[in-house]
């Protein structure tokens, strides 16, 4: 009989620290920074965004997200056998040790179990999901924690409008469990390495010290135009790996970017708005941590139902971009 992975819970957690776009434009301005409240809501869809406190880690949130994802799966850390966290803004530098291994011990997972990180920007979660499924498809583990979680905040230039409204912190958790039943029905995962320069943070550590800028850079124009085409493509190799058809999915969970970009992706799929999970508005983009936040509201709120077809799909720095199909 086949092993296949499923979803058993999910959780996720936001820093109490709130700003509406006002708040942020308020502080901007004393900065020297000009935006407003409509520039930032209409190009991007995003009305607030919650930062972490100066001493909350990336751990720290992931912790909370965790602890609920375990709860509502009702599975205790010591019975995980795998932790993979997907993150770009780890505790530690270079993420040396993996943030992983802190959440494991934050967690009192202290079982030995196997824990990474995975480096796929925003990306990242649909790339640690298709690494979780493959390990417990393949017989190797049977209860695998895998999260998302980022303090994006950290690493914002706040002298960069371009980039410094459209970022949050936060954090998103599933447990995925060994069932005969699927589960995670297909994934599809790619990278374009000439792409890097369009979304990163160039700065390198050198002999000690940084060499380089530390914040992140974007060119807008052309990470729109690029996450539009491909996370097309990606949706449709997902749900033609699945046997599916876009009018199947009950919901598509994407990643939380821009709402233009979800509404280009929703109508070029002929999924209507009413089937995507939105929560850039009040999340603004949590990188790794978007999806399995959406994910999260979705199904607490009631909207996403035990046996529906979810495709969810995420896109950034690397270039990196993946979809997952699932039932949940
Ligand atoms: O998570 C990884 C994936 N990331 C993304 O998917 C982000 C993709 N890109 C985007 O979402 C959009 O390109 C942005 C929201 C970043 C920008 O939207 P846009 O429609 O591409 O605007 P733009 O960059 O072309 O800027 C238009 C204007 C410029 O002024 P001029 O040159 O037309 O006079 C900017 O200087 O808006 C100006 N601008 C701002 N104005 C007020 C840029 N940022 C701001 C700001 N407030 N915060």
Known sequence: MSIYSRIAGTGSYLPSNRL??????DCLAKLGLETSDEWIKTRSGISARHFAGDSELTSDLAVKASQAALASAKVQPMDLD??????????NLGGFPSTACVLQDKLGAHNQCAAFDVQAVCAGFMYAVSVADAFIRAGTYRKVLVVGAEVFSRILDFQ???TCVLFGDGAGA???EASDHPGILSSALHADGQHRDILCVPGRSANGALSGSAFLTMDGKAVFKLAV????QVAHEALERANLKPEQIDWLVPHQANIRIMESTARKMGISMDRVIVTVGEHGNTSAASIPLALDVGVRSGQIQRDQLLLLEGVGGGFSWGAVVLRY
């Open 20 to 25: 509406s776009n006002q708040d942020l434009v």
């Open 82 to 91: 795998l932790i993979i966290l997907a993150t770009s803004t780890p505790d």
């Open 160 to 162: 960069d409008r371009g």
């Open 174 to 176: 599933i447990v995925l």
């Open 229 to 232: 085409k491909v996370l097309e």
